[in-house]
């Protein structure tokens, strides 16, 4: 009798503690949570993406590169200078002048290598380059900042009367880039690239000037709104003989700007002082300073084409 | 020998619960929106889904950035501009079967679901209409239902409107597996 009653109390028992496990484990939404955190998917770490919209702010190079089999038509335009000797009303303040246009393709062969291609008219430069973005920030951290290289090499066609491009190789110039940026915030990213640039006839081509300039670059993006941002650029080229020469004067190239997004569209609006668009050339030739009036109106408009022939329709 | 058989009946009907559970990682999602410039079309494959047949609550969870475009611009700008993904990583429901479904039985059956849809950070108050198909145990669910963007605060801003939809298609396919834990 004894042992029955001690069974009849541990299956009561039982019961007992089955029933209270069972609220518990019926507390549906909080088994669902656990149950779909472990089903996995939803924490993983990402690659950072659209730390920069377009691939260039004004001067700089963004790390951002075109995805695989798109094509980015870019053409940038910077006007005369606004004031000082140039500008003014009789040049309306510069739209009359045109310091330098360019115009280029950029198409990715990966979704992180471009071929670049891109003429300036601005020594007529042509440039043809790489861009490799090899490092993605990452949304845990563990990586905190996104890295690409340009390596390019500019040509300059245009027919000389005197023998300086006498030698062909005279005529070429190289220029690698390391751009290191991070989005701090989905609203503020920010880049710093350093530079080596080769200019085989050092340029602009005055006794003393060097083949060989290193410069360091400083550029950011604020979002404004969603689709608008305030951009601004900095480079500054480390080179004894700009910094001591007196006629010219060499400046650090700047810009500020705002850049909109519209779908497909990148555009930006910009004021700076050097003339040039490429890097080989305004790194190695602004002569232009910002308080004496010698700053330009300057436009970027970049339009991304996917070449997928099986993605139907256009994105604008 | 009559206790034990007791114990075990009490042991067994406590644990019957757990057995009504199914799971799916590999839920189905699309989205999809006619604009008079584009067709916005999209597909995730990572969604994840918890059913319980013996209570009818029924959760679902999808991360933002699975979503795959065909355009690789679009899916930025999906992620970068509209649902914000970086702060708001996945669209999720949790809610009820309204009808009860018994798993043994075969057959294709229509529900509602009531519960909360988040999307973008912003939950509504939802009853979803679908189908549960049942064959020889094999669970799983489809439904189409339509999103509109303002209900959960994504913004199309003017500059792009005629682009956008402002309602969007969604459609979610589920093939469950039973949970053992």
Known sequence: ?????????????????????????????????????????????????????????????????????????????????????????????????????YIGFEYGLTDNLDIDFGRSKFEQLLELGFKYNFLHQTSDNSMPVAMTVIGKVGLKPYSVTTNVFDDYTNRLNYFTQLIIARKFSSRFSFEIAPSFLR?????????????????????????VTKHMGIVLDYAHPFSNFRNNSTSPKFYAPSGIGIEIETGGHVFTLNFSNNQAISPINYLSDTESKWTKGQYRLGFTISRVFDLNSKHKGTYK | MKYIALILLVWFSNNQTSQDIYVCKNAKINLFSSAPLEDIDATSNGGTSVFNASTGDLAFSVPIRSFQFQKSLMQEHFNENYMESDKFPNAS????????????????????????????????????????????????????????CKDHQIEIPKLVFQKIAETIQVKVAANYTAYKK
Not at chain 1, 34 to 54: D, Q, Y
Not at chain 1, 199 to 223: D, Q
Not at chain 2, 101 to 129: A, M, W, Y
């Open chain 2, 93 to 148: 429901f949790k809610g009820k079967v309204q009808e009860k479904i018994d798993v043994q039985k075969d057959g294709s059956f229509p529900v509602n679901v009531t519960g909360v849809f988040e999307v973008h950070g912003v939950k509504q108050n939802r009853t979803i209409k679908g189908t549960i198909n049942i064959s020889k145990g094999a669970v799983s669910l489809s439904s189409a239902f339509t999103v509109a």
């Open chain 1, 199 to 223: 200019t085989n006839l050092p340029f602009p081509f005055l006794p003393g000037n060097e083949k060989n300039i290193f410069s360091l670059s400083a550029a950011g993006r604020l979002k």
């Open chain 1, 1 to 101: 009798m004894k042992k029955h009653v001690l069974l009849v109390a541990f299956s009561l028992l039982a019961g007992i503690t089955m029933a209270q496990q069972k609220p518990a484990a019926k507390d549906q939404s909080a088994v669902d949570d656990s149950l779909l955190n472990s089903l996995g998917g939803n924490t993983k770490a990402e690659p950072v993406i659209a730390t920069f919209k377009s691939t260039r702010l004004i001067n700089t190079e963004t790390t951002e590169t075109n995805k695989k089999n798109t094509l980015n038509f870019i053409v940038t335009h910077r006007f005369g200078d606004i004031g000082g000797a140039e500008g003014g009303s009789k040049t309306l303040w510069g739209f009359d002048n045109s310091s330098d246009i």
